[in-house]
Structures are given as structure tokens and as C-alpha cells.
């Protein structure tokens, strides 16, 4: 792992943010996972890759699922929203 941050965000929602960042020889990847303080909303994880390896870059997400808010697991789309109950 090339890096990692760990931060609050606010904005239309808020809650913890940590983004884990791997380095590669000619491009960075990584993952997103933001913890929404409102546990009515799921919390996700995002997945992204750079085209370069630059301080300064754009970057397109390659995929965004939802955490299971019963297990902490990232989760394919939906059944993290489900209750059983």
C-alpha cells in the first residue's frame, strides 16, 4: 500500500472516510470506503484507478458497491439493503 487517509466529509450526508491508495509502475489504484454517520443510508466502497502516475491526476471510479450494513462486507448491489426481520 502506497497510502492511506483517514478523515471526516460533509456535505448532503457526512461520515468517515478512508482511501487506500497501491502504487503501481505507471498508474495508482485503490478503494474508497465511506461510512455514512446515518445508518438509514448504506455506507460504500469505490474502486478507482489513475491513467498516470502524477501528484496531479483524473480518475473515473471502476465500481461502486454498497457495504453490508449487518456483516461490514462490501456486498453486491441491493442485498445490503434487505432486512430479514
Given at each position: 500500500?502506497?497510502?492511506?487517509?483517514?478523515?471526516?466529509?460533509?456535505?448532503?450526508?457526512?461520515?468517515?472516510?478512508?482511501?487506500?491508495?497501491?502504487?503501481?509502475?505507471?498508474?495508482?489504484?485503490?478503494?474508497?470506503?465511506?461510512?455514512?454517520?446515518?445508518?438509514?443510508?448504506?455506507?460504500?466502497?469505490?474502486?478507482?484507478?489513475?491513467?498516470?502516475?502524477?501528484?496531479?491526476?483524473?480518475?473515473?471510479?471502476?465500481?461502486?458497491?454498497?457495504?453490508?450494513?449487518?456483516?461490514?462486507?462490501?456486498?453486491?448491489?441491493?442485498?445490503?439493503l434487505?432486512?430479514?426481520?
Amino acid at each position: 500500500m502506497k497510502g492511506q487517509w483517514i478523515g471526516s466529509y460533509d456535505g448532503s450526508n457526512n461520515g468517515l472516510i478512508i482511501v487506500n491508495i497501491d502504487e503501481h509502475p505507471s498508474y495508482f489504484e485503490g478503494v474508497a470506503y465511506i461510512n455514512e454517520s446515518n445508518n438509514n443510508l448504506p455506507s460504500t466502497a469505490a474502486f478507482f484507478k489513475t491513467t498516470i502516475q502524477d501528484n496531479k491526476f483524473q480518475f473515473r471510479t471502476k465500481w461502486i458497491s454498497p457495504i453490508n450494513r449487518f456483516t461490514g462486507v462490501i456486498d453486491s448491489a441491493g442485498s445490503s439493503l434487505k432486512c430479514n426481520a
